[in-house]
Nanobody, 116 residues
Framework: QVQLVESGGGLVQPGGSLRLSCAAS?????????MGWYRQAPGKQRELVAR???????RYGDSVKGRFTISRDNAKNTVFLQMNSLKPEGTAVYYC?????????WGQGTQVTVSS
């Protein structure tokens, strides 16, 4: 089992920045194949934001490339999502996830609202 707890969401103005954190417990993130973030806006499907493998390979959704950065701190068993130049369409619940063997684990989600 892997437990994931997100933090760092909130209200930010357009053009601003936020950093989300996802703390994992139950397994070292070394042993987790992939960790990352999805987001879901009201009335829309959940979409990939970013993911990072256990060897540090990253992938980003097209809408966030060049603005968001995913990283990991193995000592803290935590994955981060640095979000810069936020846009109103980035308003969504952001979910951390982890792929371990054939299983996928999800956090409870953290709300990000981009509004003036």
């Amino acid at each position: 089992q892997v437990q994931l707890v997100e933090s760092g969401g909130g209200l930010v103005q357009p053009g601003g920045s936020l950093r989300l954190s996802c703390a994992a417990s139950g397994r070292s993130i070394f042993s987790i194949n992939v960790m990352g973030w999805y987001r879901q806006a009201p009335g829309k499907q959940r979409e990939l934001v970013a993911r990072i493998s256990n060897i540090g390979r990253t992938r980003y959704g097209d809408s966030v490339k060049g603005r968001f950065t995913i990283s990991r701190d193995n000592a803290k068993n935590t994955v981060f999502l640095q979000m810069n130049s936020l846009k109103p369409e980035g308003t969504a619940v952001y979910y951390c996830y982890a792929e371990f063997l054939d299983l996928v684990f999800w956090g409870q989600g953290t709300q990000v609202t981009v509004s003036s």
